[in-house]
């Protein structure tokens, strides 16, 4: 099993351009969801899935698309790029019921010029 | 709105000793799950310990464990014996029941000093 596969793990954007962040999970969760780390407030969520075609938005969703077209694929897209977006972003998944542990990738450090 | 705050951005604490990190939350749930990460330089998040609200039995994981006081709402975690590798940062994090969102602290950032 590789758990949670996050790509890439370092990427620099230019304003205004676009990208997706990819990931994959091989453990058949049906919970996942995207976050954001900012120095001195944790994580945050972005969005979330409870499973193949829902979606729903957290805490701070603006400038993000996700969708869920697979159980293992939650790709997080960056519509065009803003530098408030520079953050390390985490993907994690979980079984229902909920009792489990989060299982997160390696996370992305993204910065926004 | 759920909330959960740690309210020490940076601990310290002596190889072989005992600290104390502390968390508070904020909900009117009476079912969820309470979790501590570890965040070491390397940004893998891994889980430390976790805790059932419904259950009153304090978890313990080796030399890790925790105080859960539901009535407070706190959920402190407890480091014995201290080591070098446990300097990190620490979340701790908040789940309701029958979803996957986590809701997570600012951190605290521990040192261990030799």
């Known amino acids: 099993n590789a758990g949670v596969t996050q790509t890439p793990k370092f990427q620099v954007l230019k304003t205004g351009q676009s990208m997706t962040l990819q990931c994959a999970q091989d453990m058949n969760h049906e919970y996942m969801s995207w976050y954001r780390q900012d120095p001195g407030m944790g994580l945050r969520l972005i969005h979330y899935s409870v499973g193949a075609g829902i979606t729903d938005q957290g805490e701070v969703p603006n400038g993000y698309n996700v969708s869920r077209s697979t159980t293992e694929d939650f790709p997080l897209r960056l519509l065009s790029a803003a530098p408030s977006q520079t953050s390390v972003y985490f993907c994690?998944?979980?079984?229902?019921?909920?009792?489990?542990?989060?299982?997160f990738g390696q996370g992305t450090r993204l910065t926004v010029v | 709105a759920q909330t959960v705050t740690q309210s020490q951005p940076e601990m310290s604490v002596q190889e072989a000793e005992t600290v104390t990190l502390s968390c508070t939350y904020d909900?009117?749930?009476?079912?969820?799950?309470l979790f501590w990460y570890k965040q070491p330089p390397s940004r893998q998040m891994i889980l430390v310990i976790r805790q059932e609200a419904y259950k009153q039995q304090n978890a313990t994981e080796n030399r890790f464990s925790v105080n859960f006081q539901k009535a407070a709402k706190s959920f402190s975690l407890k480091i014995s014996d201290s080591q070098l590798g446990d300097a990190a940062m620490y979340f701790c994090?908040?789940?309701?029941?029958?979803?996957?969102?986590?809701?997570f602290g600012q951190g605290t950032t521990l040192q261990v000093k030799p």
């Open positions: 994090a908040y789940r309701p029941s029958n979803t996957g969102k986590l809701i």
């Open positions: 994690a998944s979980s079984y229902r019921p909920t009792s489990g542990e989060a299982f």
């Open positions: 909900t009117s749930e009476s079912d969820y799950y």
